[in-house]
């Protein structure tokens, strides 16, 4: 038995009272019943309640009950309609059904036949009720997910800020409206400086941690309407209106670097960030979309060239010196199949024997129509495009294969010194692709001398370990260059797996001028020999330096007092003269 809460609302109309009767006696254990005796009076009913069944005798005095169907359908979309009707004939009730009737009953009633009707009548209501439910769900659940997909076309999904092309879509409405009338439209480009390096040491959820944080701070540096987009990597966009003159946005630079200078902190890690800042204003920095924001990309490029931590302005110089740079990474990615690189090599003396015992190569560009380009101009460049894969590549084979030329002429005993970049070094194919030069060129592995600067092998410590200790069981040599400038930091010397300390030219440059220099030149190189690591001092370039570094027993130098780059004939002619001022002086320096 159903209780009255569960029980199913039931709407009876007749103009026969006595049918009425019956069919609430019989229905009303099991259904709340309401009666009624025309269709006017039904119409009304159903204004003031919800029915889950109507029966409804088709013949009435008024409006018929084939007439009050679409009446119910409106009123109770989901009811379940059962029309009784007197005549006997089957066009009777296929009239009823075509009209929307569920079911149909003839008189006299069979009170067994009205019950049965009826249960299937309620059981058909809650088939159409559930099937209504799971349409409406099924339209929220589509509406929400196309305002997902919408809110995700148009916003950034770690940081919930405006993405790139919401961005542009209100830097183009805000210049429009500010030509209107007029002002002022401020945009900012800001990169987090040597972001990547907190996602390589400390993981993606630190990463991600900051740039959640930094998106925070931005908002309580700006006012209400000013946007904030986050585009891609560590890269964010300001777009500021109603601005009154640089000084406004000079404000906000150093707002935002106040705001990043408190530390980031995750679980027991902590970490600061300093960010790098181009500004451009419209409309003095251009008068679209497209030139202010590629102005304030040249603007944002320059802040960190200059070192990062510093805001920058665009100026009219920046985008040549930015088409300038794209001509030549353009240019250095056709360098090697153009044969317009050449490698050099600087002779390092033992100071012992006054011997050459090893060469650093050093690669130089005959670029077509810049001239002559040392490293300094184009490393860099490749350095942060990924050329210098390819660049290292060829430098190591090209060196290696000269190494080989003076093994076959009695100069077995001298070294090649060749730097290895930070890049290079993490590629997974390093170590194999070394393997395959050594092969191809046919040159004994202790013969050849992997130069990497302290950052490279800090930036993963272990990785970096690992791998050093698989290179030195080749026989290949490994040394630490520019010692000195990075991590300086000598208590990790004894973990690593090296054999040699390149001291930095900074130092051997004031180490006869500033006491602080020499201690530190003295102290390295006494260190360096407990450790059983030989020494060898850059930037040698006067007597007095050489004599400085015999005198603290520097196991070698490397300068321009000994000999500049030189191409490979010119080096070839210098071995087999031994270099012999060279020996000379080192003998006669005291």
């Known amino acids: 038995?159903?209780?009255?809460?569960?029980?199913?609302?039931?709407?009876?109309?007749?103009?026969?009272?006595?049918?009425?009767?019956?069919?609430?006696?019989?229905?009303?254990?099991?259904?709340?019943?309401?009666?009624?005796?025309?269709?006017?009076?039904?119409?009304?009913?159903?204004?003031?309640?919800?029915?889950?069944?109507?029966?409804?005798?088709?013949?009435?005095?008024?409006?018929?009950?084939?007439?009050?169907?679409?009446?119910?359908?409106?009123?109770?979309?989901?009811?379940?309609?059962?029309?009784?009707?007197?005549?006997?004939?089957?066009?009777?009730?296929?009239?009823?059904?075509?009209?929307?009737?569920?079911?149909?009953?003839?008189?006299?009633?069979?009170?067994?036949?009205?019950?049965?009707?009826?249960?299937?009548?309620?059981?058909?209501?809650?088939?159409?009720?559930?099937?209504?439910?799971?349409?409406?769900?099924?339209?929220?659940?589509?509406?929400?997910?196309?305002?997902?997909?919408?809110?995700?076309?148009?916003?950034?999904?770690?940081?919930?800020?405006?993405?790139?092309?919401?961005?542009?879509?209100?830097?183009?409405?805000?210049?429009?409206?500010?030509?209107?009338?007029?002002?002022?439209?401020?945009?900012?480009?800001?990169?987090?400086?040597?972001?990547?390096?907190?996602?390589d040491t400390l993981g993606h959820i630190f990463g991600d941690f900051c740039l959640t944080e930094v998106a925070a701070r931005l908002h309580r540096c700006v006012k209400d309407g000013d946007t904030i987009a986050r585009f891609e990597g560590d890269e964010f966009a300001l777009l500021l209106t109603q601005v009154k003159g640089t000084e406004d946005l000079i404000e906000l630079a150093q707002v935002i670097a106040e705001a990043l200078k408190p530390c980031f902190h995750l679980n027991e890690q902590e970490v600061f960030v300093t960010a790098s800042i181009g500004i451009s204003i419209f409309p003095d920095d251009g008068q679209d979309s497209s030139t202010i924001l590629k102005n304030a990309g040249a603007a944002l490029h320059m802040a960190k060239m200059l070192g990062g931590n510093n805001y920058r302005f665009y100026t009219s110089d920046m985008n040549a010196r930015a088409l300038k740079r794209l001509e030549l990474e353009t240019s250095l990615r056709r360098a090697v199949e153009k044969e317009e690189l050449e490698v050099y090599y600087q002779p390092q003396i033992e100071y012992a024997t006054g011997k050459v015992v090893a060469a650093e190569a050093l690669v130089r560009w005959h670029h077509p129509s810049l001239g002559f380009l040392p490293p300094a101009e184009f490393i860099p460049l490749a350095e942060d495009t990924g050329v210098i894969e390819q660049l290292g590549a060829w430098v190591m084979h090209t060196a290696c294969s000269e190494a080989r030329t003076w093994q076959a002429n009695s100069f077995g005993d001298t070294r090649i010194a060749i730097n290895v970049s930070s890049r290079e070094f993490r590629q997974p194919h390093f170590y194999d692709r070394m393997v395959d030069i050594l092969a191809q060129t046919g040159l004994d592995a202790g013969k050849l001398e992997l130069e990497l600067t302290e950052t490279t092998i800090m930036e993963h410590t272990e990785a970096a370990v690992e791998s050093l200790m698989k290179i030195r069981k080749l026989g290949v040599k490994i040394a630490i260059d520019d010692f000195g400038t990075g991590y300086s930091s000598l208590s990790y010397l004894k973990r690593l797996p090296i054999d040699t300390l390149k001291l930095d030219r900074s130092f051997v440059n004031g180490a006869t001028s500033d006491p602080d220099d020499a201690a530190l030149v003295m102290a390295v190189i006494t260190l360096a020999h407990n450790l059983r690591l030989k020494v060898i001092a850059e930037g040698v370039e006067t007597e007095e330096h050489l004599r400085f570094l015999r005198l603290l027993r520097c196991d070698g130098g490397q300068g321009y007092l000994f000999g500049k780059p030189m191409p490979a004939e010119v080096f070839r002619s210098t071995l087999d003269r031994d270099i012999d001022y060279a020996r000379e002086l080192v003998f006669s320096v005291h």
């Open 1 to 199: 038995m159903k209780t009255n809460r569960q029980k199913a609302s039931l709407l009876i109309i007749d103009d026969d009272e006595q049918i009425r009767s019956l069919l609430v006696e019989l229905l009303c254990g099991n259904y709340r019943c309401t009666n009624v005796a025309s269709a006017e009076d039904a119409i009304t009913v159903l204004g003031e309640s919800e029915f889950d069944v109507v029966i409804s005798d088709i013949n009435m005095s008024g409006i018929s009950g084939l007439d009050l169907l679409p009446h119910v359908h409106q009123a109770c979309p989901d009811a379940a309609v059962i029309m009784i009707s007197g005549q006997q004939s089957i066009e009777s009730a296929i009239e009823a059904i075509r009209g929307g009737a569920f079911d149909y009953v003839m008189k006299p009633l069979d009170l067994n036949h009205v019950e049965a009707a009826v249960a299937r009548a309620w059981r058909h209501h809650k088939l159409l009720k559930q099937k209504r439910s799971y349409e409406e769900n099924l339209e929220e659940l589509v509406r929400e997910r196309a305002e997902q997909i919408e809110h995700l076309a148009y916003h950034d999904v770690l940081t919930g800020l405006p993405n790139r092309v919401l961005f542009l879509d209100r830097v183009t409405q805000a210049l429009t409206a500010a030509q209107r009338n007029p002002e002022m439209v401020g945009i900012v480009f800001l990169s987090l400086d040597r972001f990547k390096k907190i996602n």
